[in-house]
């Protein structure tokens, strides 16, 4: 990893993209903290979410975003930094590897299903890595109801070619969307100054940061 250079600004190429993935995912974002988002299809909540974490996986390649989650892993409680990129990758990567769900609590898995076409992707890195361990806790703040989220993630007790694993088990998917869409905008928002809502409702104005 490079060290950080406090300097850095995007390029056009790099700002043209932010500034499009920022304003998706902020659209998400402010969907997910309404109380309408819940009253929902369960399929338009799942496709919402994995948009999400869609446009979150792309602006990884950023490289500042690289900097400030190496930082993480020393500045802030241990976890933070994996959940943050590792938990959601694998949340990420079920979602689209295996498209034919059509709500968060129908998601499951087996190690088969998992290895389908070969052992030691992604997504079985991660299992093999992290079934067994304890339970993460953390509360997410929403700024606009002033209400606190109490999250308690769990991981796989087992992860073997019989195991049946539920994605509502690991999370509920209304504490899950909540604790990923606050994950994701606590790493997102390390790259921008300030934020505008636009009242016409079509843009914001908001500024790369310079780190």
Known sequence: ??????????????????????????????????????????????????????????????????????????????????????????????LIHFPFFKSWDEVKFTKDLINWSKPGKSIDKFLSRFTGHEEFKCRVWNPEKKVMTYISVNFPSVYTKDSEIYLKNLLPEKEGIIFFMSLMWNVLSSQVDSIVAVEDGEKREYEMNKS
């Open 1 to 94: 990893m490079e060290p950080l250079d406090k300097n850095k600004k995007p390029n056009d190429s790099e700002f043209y993209f932010l500034n499009y993935s920022y304003n998706f995912f902020l659209d998400i974002l402010e969907e997910t903290r309404g109380e309408s988002f819940w009253q929902k299809d369960p399929y338009y909540r799942l496709n919402r979410t994995r948009d999400a974490f869609l446009i979150y996986s792309e602006i990884l390649e950023y490289e500042p975003v690289g900097w400030f989650l190496e930082a993480l892993k020393t500045n802030r409680p241990p976890m933070e930094a994996e959940m943050s990129k590792e938990f959601l990758l694998f949340v990420r990567n079920l």
